[in-house]
């Protein structure tokens, strides 16, 4: 869990009214200025106190729970993996990946194989279909 505090704003007016009137109220002050009244620094801090009152300032705490990433793990069922001990290899290596992948809380894993009766090996086919879905910035990886 990650907590975190800042400082909020939200304009009791809106953020258009509100720049509006700022900015009617600076040019107000700045004539003032120029024309030497007096105590136009107060006047200039008042206004700024007014300002700051007016977009409603506020402290937020906030309590997030962290999404974890997406790992995909997608096993090659395609014909080129019938020759020799390629298809056992890969199948003892898929299981102990993702049985190791599986003990990372901060990981999603999804796993695929590959349609051994298409023609050809499309494994970019399949990582886009099940990864759709996953924001970019919480993909971890893909094997």
Known sequence: ??????LGFEPFLGWPILWAIVAIAALAWIAYAILRGRAWLTRGLALTLV?????NPSLVKEEREPLP???AVILD?????????RETAATAAYAALTAEL?????LEVRV?????GADGTHLYGALEGLM????????A???
Do not use: C, N, Q, Y
């Open 1 to 6: 869990m990650i907590d975190a505090t800042r």
């Open 51 to 55: 300002a700051a009152a007016l977009s």
């Open 69 to 71: 990433s997406v790992a």
């Open 77 to 85: 069922r395609s014909e080129s993996m019938e020759f020799g001990a």
């Open 102 to 106: 599986e003990t990372d809380p901060s």
């Open 112 to 116: 695929m194989e590959s349609d051994p």
């Open 132 to 139: 759709a879905d996953v924001p970019r910035d919480r993909i």
């Open 141 to 143: 990886g893909a094997i």
